[in-house]
Structure formats: structure tokens, C-alpha cells
């Protein structure tokens, strides 16, 4: 019988509900997770700046793996909430619960921010042993503690500071490691003083105390990332708005064959979203028309996304109110005004500022007709080795060369002898022992390979045979002659040549 019954329905506590399926509110209980916590109530500290309160965040890592972030903010306001606790208590502890969800109407003087409902703070409160918050303003501390989401204790003291502080100890039974990583912490922090020009961020060690303040923000990142390359040109620097919509961006390209791509909103990082889609439809078209107008493109010719990605490094601040994610890790941005107002803002401001960085935009241009050369290139020869691939499946061993092959099932016994022609060949065919020794005769000059491109190499009906009758492969990925040990079909391979002068075929063979 089925136990399925009424009984089995249950509602769980909001904060049970977050301990017993944490991965819905920090992406993981593995050391990003933890991390994720930090951001959380760091990101809480930033929005307060976002909206021109306080100058300095101080993160300090405490003894018994605890944590404490402060910010020198506005601070909760004191009162009472409408369920009978004060607010303070109310926005840790109370689902549902903050001051951010009439960010529209600009009553609550949030024009921007990470954080839409609390949830990152109250989650952090559900995985932690113990959590203190504490608020200060208007003369006045109030101090609550939690553990494990559960209401301790409140108090209230005389204070002239301003500003909120949170202490947290995660909690060992739901995180894989309680211990934080000072090297990631010490990036996280980093980051957010590039993203946040004019910030002072303290970071208090059991070792010493950094700081960390960004004067040129993006620009700063920018170099940052680049630190070990030179960039191919001049990098690129844009700051618009639209009402409550505003895009920050660097652009800068390296010599690299693979980009790196920094997104953010409201200075919440993101692997994803409509703020980059917007700009690298706007990146793509701006470049084209741009390099269609200088006839730096032939008539037809068009650069894709792709051609235009390689080298690239992007940071992209996209800031908004009320941010729509997926999910409540929010690594990627869902807005339809990410894309919107990204792909305007850009589009507006590159109209202006490639006539002004015309030479760097040529140099961006010609990188990317080289990306894309090199990519077909590599394709017609992915393509070529996969079609080999085909034909060793659809056939075994039939060559259509001259080898006179051996019959040994021992293959590492055998061995195959290489020589000039079908006249050099006949002589040795009849002296082998045609149980472990093969014979393969070739033409006296052949492709020299480490002139070739791997395309006329594949081409090149005598390099194949011997890549084949070998047991070698080309790896259709990497383009790299490759090989497996089980697959090779001779444990020697001997080349005979001529005595005379010309002995090009051993040398290009050697080569």
C-alpha cells in the first residue's frame, strides 16, 4: 500500500526550510558556499554606498572560524516592526522582511542594489551557529543574536557611531569546511574595491590588516587582470546612464587566444546574463559598421561575436533597480532591461568614441580577421581528421598504399622498415621475415612536416599512410598527431635510405 497520505504534506519553517536545502540560497555548502555568505552581508555594506551612505567596510576574520563585516552606514533604523519584535530583529529573522522593496518609488533611499528581499542575510543567519547584528544611529546600539535562525537575545546600549556589523560563526553541520580561505576572501574584497571607486575596504587577518581602495575603479580591474600581458592597444572606457540605468565598462584586448569577461550588477558578480548579451550585440555591430566605413572589411565580409571575443577582456558594471536573477545566488541577470538599456548605452556611447580610438579599433579588427582565419583553418582540419576517423572505422588496415605488412599478433615485436621507393623495397620484401617485419616503400622526396600546415599535411597521401599504418591519430581537438600505446601496430620503426648525397628522405623524415 502507498504511504502517500495527508499526513506526508508538511509546510517547513522558512529557516528550516533554508537548512535543510541550503543550495537554493548560497548555490553550495563546499567552500564557495561559505564564501557566498561573506558576499552576501558584504553586498548588504556596499548598497548602503551605493546610495551615499558611509565610506569604509571592514571585514575581520575572528578566532573559532567566525567572521565580522561593519560598515559605517545609515544603520537599520530603531523601532518596532509590526510582528512585535524590533526591526533589527525583524530583518534577520522574519521572512519576507527589508527595506528594499519600494527601491521604485525611492522612498526607502536605495536607488540601486544587490540584495531585493533579505534573503541573503537570513539565510546566512539559518547556517550559522551563532549570528550577532547590531545597528547604530540617532545615539542608540541595539544588538540581537541568533543561532541557527533562532531567535537568543536582544539589548539595547548608549553609541556615536552609525552603521551595522554583523558577526557570524558558520554552522560545521551544514558546510563541508567552516575554515575560510584568507587568499579567496583577500580577492573577493579586491574585486569589490575595483568595483566600488573610492571605497575603503580593511581587511583584518589573525596575521594583519590590508586595505584596499580603488581610485580609477574599472580601469584599475583592467590592469589588474592584464597584470602579466601588454595590451594590443589603448583600452576602452564607458560610463552612461539613462534615468536609474547606468553601464560602466572596460574594454581592453591582449594577445591571448581565449577572453575574460567580468559581469556584474549593482556590483553582484554573474557568470551570465541580458547585461552581456545587450553588449555584445552592441560591441558587434558598432565594430563592423565602423570597419565597413573605413573599408577595412571586404564588401560582404562580416566579423562575428566570436571573432571579436578572442583577447578580450571585459568588466561590465550594469546597475538598475529592483535586479531580476535566476535564482538567489544570482549568477545570472534575467531583466529584459539588462539587454535593453546595456546595448543602448553602448551603442550611444561607441558612436562617439571610435573616431577617437580609431588606431585601436584597427588593431582590434585586424586580431580578429586573424581569430578568424586561424578558427576555419582549424576547422577544415578537424574536419579532415574526423573524416579519417570515418574511413579507419569503416575499414580496418585495407591501405592503398605498398605496405607489405607482417602478420604477428604481438605487435611490439614487430617492426616496419621505410624505404625509398618500390625498386629499394623489392630487395628487402624478399629477405624480411614476414611474420614481425613490414615494408613500406615511399616516394625519395616527401612533405617536409615541420614546414606544413597540419591542412597540407593531411593532404599528403604518404605522411598519412605512414600516421595510419602506424597506429598513430590526430586528435581532432588539440590538431596534434597523438597516440595510444595498445594502438601502436610496431614496437620499431627502422628508415632505410640511400647512401648518396641527396638523402632527402631521411631528413625530412627526421625533420
Known amino acids: 500500500m502507498s504511504n502517500y497520505t495527508a499526513n506526508t504534506i508538511k509546510t517547513l519553517d522558512y529557516f528550516e526550510h533554508i537548512r535543510q536545502y541550503p543550495g537554493m540560497y548560497i548555490g553550495s555548502v563546499d567552500i564557495r558556499g561559505l564564501h557566498h555568505c561573506v558576499k552576501e552581508i558584504i553586498s548588504n555594506s556596499i548598497d548602503e554606498w551605493l546610495n551615499g551612505a558611509g565610506d569604509t567596510i571592514t571585514v575581520s576574520l575572528l578566532p573559532n572560524n567566525g567572521i565580522k563585516i561593519e560598515d559605517n552606514g545609515r544603520g537599520i533604523p530603531h523601532g518596532k516592526h509590526e510582528s512585535g519584535c524590533s526591526v533589527l530583529q525583524a530583518c534577520y529573522g522574519i521572512a519576507n522582511t527589508g527595506g528594499k522593496f519600494d527601491n521604485a518609488t525611492g522612498k526607502t533611499g536605495y536607488n540601486s542594489s544587490g540584495g531585493e528581499h533579505g534573503t541573503g542575510g537570513k539565510a546566512v543567519n539559518a547556517l550559522s551557529t ?213 546595448q543602448k548605452l553602448t551603442t550611444e556611447t561607441l558612436k562617439e568614441l571610435l573616431p577617437y580610438q580609431e588606431k585601436d579599433i584597427k588593431v582590434i579588427v585586424d586580431k580578429a580577421l586573424a581569430a578568424r582565419k586561424a578558427r576555419e583553418a582549424a576547422k577544415k582540419a578537424r574536419d579532415a581528421a574526423r573524416a579519417i576517423d570515418k574511413k579507419k572505422k ?75 599504418a602506424f597506429g598513430l591519430t590526430i586528435d581532432a581537438k588539440t590538431m596534434k598527431v597523438t597516440f595510444c600505446p595498445e594502438d601502436l601496430r610496431y614496437g620499431k620503426i627502422i628508415i632505410m635510405s640511400d647512401a648518396d648525397v641527396n638523402v632527402s628522405a631521411y631528413e625530412r623524415l627526421c625533420a
Open 130 to 342: 551563532k549570528m550577532i547584528v547590531t545597528t547604530a544611529l540617532e545615539g542608540k546600539k541595539e544588538i540581537v543574536e541568533f543561532s541557527k535562525g533562532e531567535f537568543i537575545s536582544y539589548k539595547e546600549e548608549d553609541s556615536s557611531k552609525h552603521g551595522v556589523t554583523v558577526t557570524f560563526y558558520p554552522d560545521a553541520d551544514i558546510f563541508e569546511t567552516i575554515e575560510f580561505d584568507v587568499d579567496k576572501l583577500r580577492e573577493m574584497i579586491r574585486e569589490f574595491s575595483f568595483l566600488c571607486k573610492g571605497l575603503t575596504f580593511i581587511f583584518n587577518t589573525l596575521e594583519g590588516t590590508e586595505t584596499y581602495k580603488s581610485e580609477k575603479g574599472l580601469y584599475d580591474y583592467l590592469q589588474y587582470l592584464n597584470k602579466d600581458k601588454t595590451f594590443l592597444c589603448n583600452p576602452f572606457y564607458i560610463n552612461a546612464r539613462d534615468g536609474s540605468y547606468q553601464i560602466e565598462i572596460a574594454l581592453g584586448y591582449n594577445s591571448n587566444y581565449t577572453s575574460s569577461i567580468k559581469l556584474y550588477t549593482n556590483n553582484i558578480p554573474q557568470e551570465k546574463g541580458t547585461h552581456l548579451t545587450g553588449f555584445k550585440t552592441a560591441w558587434t555591430l558598432a565594430v563592423n559598421n565602423f570597419a565597413k566605413e573605413k573599408k577595412w572589411l571586404k564588401d560582404g565580409e562580416k566579423l562575428s561575436g566570436a571573432d571579436l571575443e578572442e583577447g578580450m577582456l571585459l568588466i561590465l558594471n550594469f546597475k538598475m533597480i529592483d535586479p531580476i536573477f535566476k535564482g538567489q545566488n544570482k549568477e545570472e541577470l534575467s531583466s529584459s532591461e539588462g539587454r535593453t538599456y546595456v
Open 394 to 468: 569503416e575499414k580496418v588496415l585495407k591501405f592503398d598504399s605498398k605496405l607489405a605488412d607482417c602478420y604477428s599478433k604481438d605487435r611490439k615485436k614487430c617492426e616496419i622498415y621505410i624505404v625509398e621507393g618500390d625498386s629499394a623495397s623489392g630487395n628487402i620484401k624478399l629477405a624480411r621475415d614476414n611474420e614481425f617485419q613490414a615494408v613500406l616503400p615511399v616516394r625519395g622526396k616527401i612533405l617536409n612536416t615541420r614546414k606544413a600546415t597540419l591542412e597540407q599535411i593531411q593532404k599528403n597521401a604518404e605522411i598519412m599512410t605512414m600516421i595510419e
